[in-house]
């Protein structure tokens, strides 16, 4: 079953920036909250960001704010994440997330894609 799709990672330099998507094949997302988690190597997964489809509240994790930018696009029916200033320590493989209740936890969110992997060199 294919649920969400993310894409743009890769490989950037530290400084380096990269914008993710995240699509909704068969479904929409409206009325829906919306949200970013990655996982590090080794590591478990852990909140990002998150907007509500209106933009009437928006939440970004202590290690991203000022740097990450998370939006959505109404006529594209499209979920952004816009990272700048990018550490090694971001590497991770990102997942985006939808669910009917607001929260930064991932157990609050129904729906998942696959990840799309981020690599920050030093």
């Known amino acids: 079953q294919v649920q969400l799709v993310e894409s743009g990672g890769g490989l950037v330099q530290a400084g380096g920036s990269l914008r993710l998507s995240c699509a909704a094949p068969?479904?929409?997302?409206?009325?829906?909250?919306l949200g970013w988690f990655r996982q590090a190597p080794g590591k478990e997964r852990e909140f990002v960001a998150a907007?509500?489809?209106?933009?009437?509240?928006?939440w970004y994790a202590d290690a991203v704010k000022g740097r990450f930018t998370i939006s959505t696009d109404l006529a594209k029916n499209m979920l952004y994440l816009v990272m700048n200033s990018l550490q090694p320590e971001d590497t991770a493989v990102y997942y985006c997330s939808a669910g009917t209740t607001a929260t930064m936890a991932s157990t609050g969110y129904d729906y998942w894609g696959q990840g799309t992997r981020v690599t920050v060199s030093s």
């Open positions: 068969g479904r929409t997302f409206r009325s829906y909250n």
């Open positions: 907007i509500s489809w209106s933009g009437g509240w928006i």
